[in-house]
């Protein structure tokens, strides 16, 4: 400890110009406040020194740590024992260092002295406690911005009285807090009137009464609110959401009691540029047509299950009216049922500026329409799920106009005699490709080798060599989505080897992998990250950690749902020192063995995010990044 403090003294005053150097020489020397136990250094397996005697060993050294670096932060005592300080350094120095800090360390240097537990107390703008919030809240954290209590333990109606301490609230996440009701929703309204983002996603206990109950003024600056999967929210609650008149992004996804009439409420929102309705099943023509009096909507979402789309009665009246009357959108997705006219299709090119196209088909999309939307010239992305194959390859020359397109998303594509992706040269700007369900042959795939970066070809119903020495080719890859191929065998891919970019690479629920050939494939591919073996239940559980210790970069790992893996691969996987995340969720490893993958010093064990908390399981260093999410469109 004196060793480190001394190096830590000595490196402070020379890089005042460096905050990041300046952030680790803190953070290190105030390692030793955080516990006892995690000043000794990481646990290990079969450690005999007594608990007692190792937290009077963590504390004497926390307090020995506190007290040299107070003295550094003294002037007149460092000036008369001749030691560098930290006291001369402008308040602005300090603050822009704490905001470099994680939240760890900021409650470390709380502890040095006054004036920096005044300025790291200032720092924290974010915070996402672990656990039912404190009645100190506002006290340790008056500048608090933002707070995350999403999937908090415990938390009830009550402890959202206790915001009230923190009058600059501004941003608040309740994600999946199940107990909370709209009591906590009118404590908020009346308390915290600065609020401007509020998300209640998946809070079951929530009906909406509290929306109707608002007076006036009440959450009158709240711009964003996300009620998605609250199940219990009632059509008059949803529109009387029309109250809120500053509200300018709405989510009420999968809230199934949302009919025409909460959309006739709805109309009012003068200010709305952005409505998500996804899933909700119960809107007709007459609510699209509601819809078109929110004359500042920019994006509109509404996606209905592929087995309603058959028995609709939509026939696009409402789609004419919004092409007709909404001009400015520019993200726009729909479900056209089977009774939707070619007219209601065709329409949609009256919406010149759209940017994004996302359409769920039901009814016929033909070579017409493709060559009608040529006139989209802003088009960056074009999404068409035909539920029946209903286009050839040949259609897509047809999309030559789109001069912007970035991102192509075409489900079911595919002639008998297989595809021909090559008129897809003539958009310069395309990189992202995904061809689900096609057939189509390698030479036309090789034509793109310049453009590519990302590539999904999942559920191909036939892979061959062919296929994927075309994809080898396409040497700018960065992400490449095989999963559920159909005739992928081990062998085939070694023809990946030339993918040096690639950093991200699917290949759950291919059950030809045994993963031999992933020994051969790591060295070539130095630049992938991460790997998805979800669902693979044919892999050689003995060679997958030497396989997996092949791939110099590799730091998140998949396993989940693959029966073959044993405990012995699971434990070693985890103790190898190169895994940042390693997913085994429902891979039927026994009790003990995650029992022991829990013993490490540095591992611990959280949500899944596509599962329920029961019983997905994820092993991990630190939670895996919200960026991390290759295959979601």
Same mark, same amino acid.
């Given at each position: 400890?004196?060793?480190?403090?001394?190096?830590?003294?000595?490196?402070?005053?020379?890089?005042?110009?460096?905050?990041?150097?300046?952030?680790?020489?803190?953070?290190?020397?105030?390692?030793?406040?955080?516990?006892?136990?995690?000043?000794?250094?990481?646990? @290990?397996?079969?450690?005999?020194?007594?608990?007692?005697?190792?937290?009077?060993?963590?504390?004497?050294?926390?307090?020995?740590?506190?007290?040299?670096?107070?003295?550094?932060?003294?002037?007149?005592?460092?000036?008369?024992?001749?030691?560098?300080?930290?006291?001369?350094?402008?308040?602005?120095?300090?603050?822009?260092?704490?905001?470099?800090?994680?939240?760890?360390?900021?409650?470390?240097?709380?502890?040095?002295?006054?004036?920096?537990?005044?300025?790291?107390?200032?720092?924290?703008?974010?915070?996402?406690?672990?656990?039912?919030?404190?009645?100190?809240?506002?006290?340790?954290?008056?500048?608090?911005?933002?707070?995350?209590?999403?999937?908090?333990?415990?938390?009830?109606?009550?402890?959202?009285?206790?915001?009230?301490?923190?009058?600059?609230?501004?941003?608040?996440?309740?994600?999946?807090?199940?107990?909370?009701?709209?009591?906590?929703?009118?404590?908020?309204?009346?308390?915290?009137?600065?609020?401007?983002?509020?998300?209640?996603?998946?809070?079951?206990?929530?009906?909406?009464?509290?929306?109707?109950?608002?007076?006036?003024?009440?959450?009158?600056?709240?711009?964003?609110? !996300?009620?998605?999967?609250?199940?219990?929210?009632?059509?008059?609650?949803?529109?009387?959401?029309?109250?809120?008149?500053?509200?300018?992004?709405?989510?009420?996804?999968?809230?199934?009691?949302?009919?025409?009439?909460?959309?006739?409420?709805?109309?009012?929102?003068?200010?709305?540029?952005?409505?998500?309705? !996804?899933?909700?099943?119960?809107?007709?023509?007459?609510?699209?047509?509601?819809?078109?009096?929110?004359?500042?909507?920019?994006?509109?979402?509404?996606?209905?299950?592929?087995?309603?789309?058959?028995?609709?009665?939509?026939?696009?009246?409402?789609?004419?009216?919004?092409?007709?009357? #909404?001009?400015?959108?520019?993200?726009?997705?729909?479900?056209?049922? *089977?009774?939707?006219?070619?007219?209601?299709?065709?329409?949609?090119?009256?919406? @010149?500026?759209?940017?994004?196209?996302?359409?769920?088909?039901?009814?016929?999309?033909?070579?017409?329409?493709?060559?009608?939307?040529?006139?989209?010239?802003?088009?960056?992305?074009?999404?068409?799920?035909?539920?029946?194959?209903?286009?050839?390859?040949? *259609? #897509?020359?047809?999309?030559?106009?789109?001069?912007?397109?970035?991102?192509?998303?075409?489900?079911?594509?595919?002639?008998?005699? $297989?595809?021909?992706? $090559?008129?897809?040269?003539?958009?310069?700007?395309?990189?992202?490709?995904?061809?689900?369900?096609?057939?189509?042959?390698?030479?036309?795939?090789?034509?793109?080798?310049?453009?590519?970066?990302?590539?999904?070809?999942?559920?191909?119903?036939?892979?061959?060599?062919?296929?994927?020495?075309?994809?080898?080719?396409?040497?700018?890859?960065?992400?490449?989505?095989?999963?559920?191929?159909?005739?992928?065998?081990?062998?085939?891919?070694?023809?990946?080897?030339?993918?040096?970019?690639?950093?991200?690479?699917?290949?759950?629920?291919?059950?030809?992998?045994?993963?031999?050939?992933?020994?051969? #494939?790591?060295?070539?591919?130095?630049?992938?990250?991460? #790997?998805?073996?979800?669902?693979?239940?044919?892999?050689?559980?003995?060679?997958?950690?030497?396989?997996?210790?092949?791939?110099?970069?590799?730091?998140?790992?998949?396993?989940?749902?693959?029966?073959?893996?044993?405990?012995?691969?699971?434990?070693?996987?985890?103790?190898?020192?190169?895994?940042?995340?390693?997913?085994?969720?429902?891979?039927?490893?026994?009790?003990?063995?995650?029992?022991?993958?829990?013993?490490?010093?540095?591992?611990?064990?959280?949500?899944?995010?596509?599962?329920?908390?029961?019983?997905?399981?994820?092993?991990?260093?630190?939670?895996?990044?919200?960026?991390?999410?290759?295959?979601?469109?």
């Amino acid at each position: 400890m004196p060793a480190r403090m001394k190096d830590f003294a000595a490196r402070l005053l020379p890089c005042c110009g460096d905050a990041t150097l300046w952030r680790c020489s803190i953070s290190s020397a105030c390692t030793p406040f955080l516990e006892g136990d995690e000043a000794l250094g990481p646990k @290990t397996s079969g450690q005999s020194k007594p608990v007692a005697e190792s937290r009077a060993a963590g504390k004497a050294a926390s307090a020995a740590a506190i007290e040299q670096l107070q003295q550094c932060s003294n002037p007149e005592l460092a000036a008369s024992q001749g030691k560098n300080n930290l006291a001369v350094l402008p308040p602005e120095l300090l603050h822009h260092i704490f905001s470099f800090m994680g939240l760890r360390d900021i409650a470390s240097t709380r502890l040095v002295c006054r004036e920096w537990r005044e300025m790291a107390t200032a720092t924290v703008h974010t915070l996402r406690p672990r656990f039912c919030m404190s009645s100190r809240l506002g006290t340790a954290f008056p500048n608090l911005t933002q707070l995350d209590l999403s999937r908090t333990s415990g938390l009830m109606d009550r402890d959202i009285e206790r915001l009230h301490g923190l009058p600059g609230l501004a941003v608040l996440s309740m994600v999946r807090c199940r107990r909370v009701t709209d009591v906590a929703v009118l404590t908020l309204a009346a308390r915290n009137p600065d609020l401007t983002t509020l998300n209640l996603a998946r809070c079951h206990s929530i009906t909406g009464f509290a929306f109707e109950a608002l007076e006036t003024g009440q959450l009158s600056r709240l711009h964003k609110l !996300n009620l998605k999967h609250c199940h219990r929210m009632t059509g008059e609650s949803v529109a009387a959401l029309s109250r809120l008149g500053s509200l300018q992004d709405l989510n009420v996804s999968k809230c199934w009691m949302v009919n025409d009439i909460s959309l006739a409420g709805l109309a009012h929102l003068s200010q709305l540029t952005a409505l998500r309705m !996804n899933g909700c099943d119960q809107i007709s023509d007459a609510g699209l047509a509601q819809v078109t009096q929110m004359r500042s909507l920019r994006m509109l979402k509404w996606r209905m299950p592929r087995e309603l789309l058959a028995s609709s009665e939509s026939t696009g009246e409402g789609i004419i009216r919004l092409s007709h009357y #909404l001009p400015g959108l520019t993200h726009l997705q729909l479900s056209l049922g *089977s009774k939707v006219t070619p007219e209601a299709v065709a329409s949609l090119t009256r919406l @010149t500026s759209l940017q994004d196209l996302r359409l769920y088909c039901n009814c016929p999309v033909d070579d017409s329409s493709l060559q009608a939307w040529g006139a989209l010239s802003q088009l960056s992305r074009l999404t068409v799920h035909a539920y029946e194959r209903c286009l050839g390859t040949a *259609s #897509l020359e047809h999309l030559k106009r789109l001069q912007q397109l970035q991102m192509l998303d075409v489900d079911a594509l595919g002639d008998a005699e $297989g595809s021909d992706l $090559g008129h897809l040269t003539s958009l310069p700007k395309l990189c992202q490709l995904r061809v689900t369900r096609c057939l189509f042959w390698g030479p036309s795939l090789a034509a793109l080798a310049l453009q590519l970066t990302w590539l999904d070809l999942s559920h191909s119903p036939f892979v061959n060599s062919g296929l994927l020495e075309a994809v080898g080719k396409l040497r700018r890859l960065q992400a490449l989505n095989l999963s559920g191929c159909k005739g992928l065998q081990d062998v085939l891919l070694l023809c990946l080897s030339g993918l040096h970019q690639l950093q991200h690479l699917c290949l759950s629920s291919c059950a030809g992998l045994d993963g031999h050939k992933l020994c051969i #494939l790591g060295p070539h591919l130095a630049a992938l990250r991460a #790997l998805d073996l979800s669902f693979c239940n044919s892999l050689d559980s003995k060679v997958l950690p030497f396989a997996v210790a092949q791939f110099p970069a590799l730091t998140h790992l998949n396993l989940s749902l693959c029966r073959s893996l044993q405990d012995s691969t699971a434990l070693e996987l985890s103790n190898s020192g190169q895994l940042e995340v390693l997913n085994i969720s429902n891979s039927g490893l026994a009790r003990g063995s995650m029992n022991a993958l829990l013993d490490g010093p540095s591992w611990s064990i959280g949500d899944g995010p596509h599962a329920a908390p029961a019983r997905c399981k994820v092993i991990q260093k630190r939670p895996e990044p919200d960026d991390f999410k290759p295959w979601r469109l």
